[in-house]
């Protein structure tokens, strides 16, 4: 895709890991220009090493909900949580050449004590967050036709990694 960038409002460059402040500054960002202009155009240069799943969620449907407003163009890197991110963003989208992905199943860093407990909040939700995360994982290769061995190698606790064909070959695939 050729970016027309006559068209475009605002330019900003997101290559920080996926944690709550780097999330919370890039859809401060956003918002400043989305309220000043509401029809302006956001192109996010998008590269991160990943991150909390819970704020790739988050800045996910931030990105969702602005789709009209937002182009993203991964550059670099798009690793883990970012990649989540990126191919699940149902705007506009683009890869810059020699740009790369590692993806494996995460892990949900938690602050839940009583793990032993199968009948406690924390063993809970420790599950239940889990259980959430694989299956939008899971959606996502499906929907990407990633090959099978692939996600053998990253169910059984490695990572994969992706060339920019490839990636420009996801992001033909429609949602």
Do not use: W
Request: aromatic share 12%; hydrophobic share 40%.
């Amino acid at each position: 895709m050729k970016l027309d960038y006559t068209a475009i409002d605002d330019i900003i460059t997101f290559d920080l890991e996926i944690n709550s402040e780097n999330v919370v500054n890039l859809i401060e960002n956003c918002q400043k220009t989305i309220h000043a202009k509401p029809e302006c155009k956001i192109l996010i240069y998008f590269s991160t090493i990943g991150g909390s799943f819970s704020h790739a969620e988050l800045l996910l449907k931030y990105l969702n909900d602005n789709n009209k407003n937002i182009i993203m163009c991964a550059f670099h890197q798009i690793s883990s949580a970012g990649f989540y991110i990126f191919y699940n963003f149902i705007g506009e989208k683009d890869i810059v050449d020699h740009t790369y992905a590692t993806m494996h199943y995460g892990d949900r860093m938690s602050s839940f004590r009583d793990l032993q407990d199968e009948e406690s909040f924390d063993f809970f939700m420790a599950n239940e967050i889990k259980i959430k995360m694989d299956e939008a994982v899971d959606l996502l290769f499906t929907r990407l036709k990633i090959q099978r061995k692939n996600i053998k190698i990253m169910k059984s606790g490695k990572d994969v990694f992706f060339n920019t064909e490839e990636l420009r070959k996801f992001l033909a695939i429609k949602h």
